[in-house]
């Protein structure tokens, strides 16, 4: 199947017009795609202050007395149902407000102490923690924080904070990473008062219970210099309107415990007044959300390190096999001290990210992209590493476990929990493909207005674009300098500071000449592009997790098992960045191509005999039958709809 260009260039523009197109304020990963590694950006490491830490300290403890009072976990996956009773323990404990500021009748948490608690939870439960997430982090309270008018907060934040459960609502059967395609359609009365809603959500977490919902839908498009201009649009949705239907409950591999689904919009009909920020707004609405939203999923990720590490470290001592404990087998002990040296690393942007938005002053949409995507990637790998260690009590249940009386370690719940983290908010995919356009958007700036038809093309090179790279260019070949003043940091940790300043120049000049190679076609090499997202994230992580070495070394209990921690994750993130750099250079990702193509063409099938590929028909009977369900009420649904002739576009 060939890529449709023209559907393709329609995505491109509308995730281009979602885009923040401005800087506001600094971005330390920007400039580290620039060439210039500005430590004092993370250094001294903006540690959380004691007064916020007490606060997050004494919270933390008293919702362990809820959690271990309402909630079994692993009845919550074995069921997949959290209990009525545990909901409405964590709202009389104020966990559903944590992020509401306190006139509204949240608890005014900073984002440190919503993420530190988020990952408490998610070490003890992660259903329940996707539950709180999934309202607070993306669901109504945060997008009605940024943009809510004041009327809507008033309205909604007070009842959000005692418990109404929110949700998110973007993703469609058909629509997933690509929001263009969005065929949910919010249609304006005559009257201008409402909107009527038509169309489905998939894999909505809290929807099937949610009494608020944030919607993304079409509305009309609109005519911009003789151009169709797709337009969406976020509303708040009270479920409890005639038309609203939960069609299924999903059920998945980990956090079991979710209620998640697919949910029906028929003719539901919205107030004008429910539509958050301007008609048009709503992708720039969702990706804003996602900024900060994707916050506490490192802060969990992170949790999940350090619960493997704690139960790693004990079981490598505990087992022994081949007549020595398994930790001192080496290849068993490289899991464990990756465990330990990339879960620093996690802990260390998990924090920065999180201390960056409670600050403000810095433009943190990529630092919270590439914590996402590094702390997922980086948790996934930990928790297969850990059920490994464990062996086959790793892949047995803790259930299981604690009924023949052995310690119930969940290993393979973690696993299975943490699988998802790679693809809700945002796939390691997308985020490389969001993180690679911001990265690129210095050099956008300058090439775009080159490329794009009217205005002087001359003037614009000569005043901007050959000036800007006459004086940009040769900056990157030049020596790094720096200050990057530490005051703990032993010699083998202080050696990799500058190593940042030399890769990072590196890299703004590869890419810089990878682009003029390939140009227009440098979109179609993703994997090179990966290249270069891998690079910029290992240098991140490696500037976050120095300085966080750093911050923690005054009150560290062995300050030279840190060091060793920090210097472990530092040197393997090297030799990281030095095979992306290789990849880019040398590479075989033709070979790649020429194979999946073959693939996508089916020429491999003729060797995949001998495996069961119907449907069982068991399966298959439901399937037949829901489809006969679906296809009886869309055509009953059809004939009351508004009439398409409403979506045809509106001048402006
Ligand atoms: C448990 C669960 C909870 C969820 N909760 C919510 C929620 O609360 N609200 C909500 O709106 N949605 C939710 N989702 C949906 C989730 O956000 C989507 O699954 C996700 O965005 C990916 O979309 P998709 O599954 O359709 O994958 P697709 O977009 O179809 O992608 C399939 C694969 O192709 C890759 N791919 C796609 N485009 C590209 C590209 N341009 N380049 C390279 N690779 C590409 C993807 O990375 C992925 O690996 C949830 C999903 C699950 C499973």
Redesign the pocket.
């Given at each position: 199947m060939q890529i449709d260009d023209k559907n393709k260039q329609e995505s491109l523009d509308v995730a281009e017009d979602s885009r923040e197109t401005e800087w506001q304020s600094p971005s330390f990963v920007a400039e580290l795609f620039s060439g210039r590694f500005i430590w004092e950006h993370v250094h001294p490491f903006p540690l959380q202050s004691a007064e916020d830490r007490q606060i997050g300290d004494t919270y933390i403890e008293k919702l362990r007395g809820v959690l271990e009072k309402h909630i079994d976990p692993s009845e919550v996956d074995r069921t997949a149902d959290l209990p009525q009773s545990a909901i409405a323990a964590l709202a009389e404990a104020g966990v559903w407000g944590m992020k509401i500021p306190k006139e509204y009748g949240g608890l005014g948490f900073s984002q440190t102490n919503y993420s530190r608690v988020c990952a408490f939870i998610s070490s003890y439960c992660a259903s329940t923690s996707?539950w709180v997430t999934?309202h607070q982090s993306?669901g109504v309270p945060q997008p009605l924080k940024i943009f809510g008018t004041k009327a809507q907060k008033e309205k909604y934040l007070p009842r959000l904070a005692k418990g109404a459960i929110s949700?998110?609502?973007?993703?469609e059967p058909g629509?997933?990473?690509?929001p263009a395609k969005m065929s949910t359609t919010a249609t304006p009365t005559e009257d201008g008062k409402h909107y009527i809603l038509n169309g489905q959500?998939?894999?909505?977490?809290?929807?099937p219970v949610a009494e608020i919902m944030i919607v993304m839908a079409r509305t009309p498009s609109i005519m911009v210099k003789g151009k169709e201009r797709k337009q969406i649009s976020a509303f708040i949705v009270e479920t409890d309107t005639p038309g609203f239907d939960v069609v299924h409950r999903?059920d998945?591999l980990g956090?079991r415990g979710?209620q998640?689904g697919l949910l029906n919009f028929e003719n539901v009909k919205v107030p004008a007044e429910n539509i958050i920020g301007k008609p048009g707004d709503g992708l720039k609405i969702a990706l804003i959300t996602l900024n900060t939203g994707r916050l506490s999923i490192p802060a969990a990720a992170g949790a999940g390190g350090k619960a493997a590490l704690l139960h790693g470290a004990k079981w490598c001592n505990e087992r022994e096999q081949w007549g020595a404990p398994i930790g001192k087998h080496q290849n068993t002990a490289v899991r464990l001290a990756r465990i330990a040296s990339s879960t620093l690393a996690m802990e260390a942007v998990a924090w920065l990210g999180c201390s960056m938005a409670d600050q403000g002053g810095m433009d943190i949409r990529i630092e919270a992209a590439m914590a996402k995507y590094f702390t997922t990637v980086n948790g996934c790998m930990i928790a297969d590493d850990f059920l490994q260690i464990r062996g086959g009590r790793g892949y047995e249940t803790a259930e299981s476990l604690a009924k023949r009386g052995e310690e119930p370690i969940p290993a393979e719940r973690n696993l299975r929990d943490a699988r998802?983290s790679r693809?809700?908010?945002?796939?390691?995919?997308?985020m490389?493909?969001f993180i690679a356009r911001e990265a690129m958007d210095l050099h956008v700036r300058q090439i775009m207005p080159l490329m794009t038809p009217g205005g002087s093309k001359a003037g614009h090179f000569f005043k901007s674009f050959l000036p800007f790279y006459a004086a940009w260019l040769p900056k990157q070949f030049l020596p790094a300098t720096g200050n990057y003043a530490t005051k703990h940091l032993n010699g083998a940790n202080q050696a990799h500071l500058p190593q940042i300043a030399k890769a990072s120049k590196r890299l703004a000049r590869t890419m810089f000449f990878t682009m003029a190679k390939y140009q227009q076609k440098l979109e179609r090499e993703?994997v090179i592009m990966s290249n270069f997202v891998d690079i910029g994230t290992d240098l991140f992580a490696m500037a976050a997790t120095l300085a966080y070495t750093e911050a923690l070394l005054p009150a560290a209990a062995d300050k030279e098992a840190l060091q060793d921690l920090c210097d472990l994750f530092c040197t393997e993130a090297r030799e990281r960045i030095a095979a992306n750099f290789k990849a880019v250079k040398k590479n075989h990702n033709h070979k790649f191509d020429k194979v999946s193509r073959h693939a996508l063409a089916g020429k491999y099938g003729w060797f995949c005999d001998g495996i069961y590929t119907d449907v069982p028909p068991g399966l298959q009977k439901l399937m037949n039958q829901s489809i006969d369900a679906f296809a009886a009420k869309q055509s009953a649904a059809k004939t009351q709809r508004p009439a398409e002739a409403a979506y045809e576009t509106v001048a402006k």
């Open positions: 996707a999934a993306i949700a998110f609502g973007l993703t629509v997933g990473s690509d959500k998939l894999w909505i977490t809290n929807g999903c998945f956090i979710i998640n998802i693809i809700v908010e945002g796939t390691d995919e997308i490389h493909l993703q």
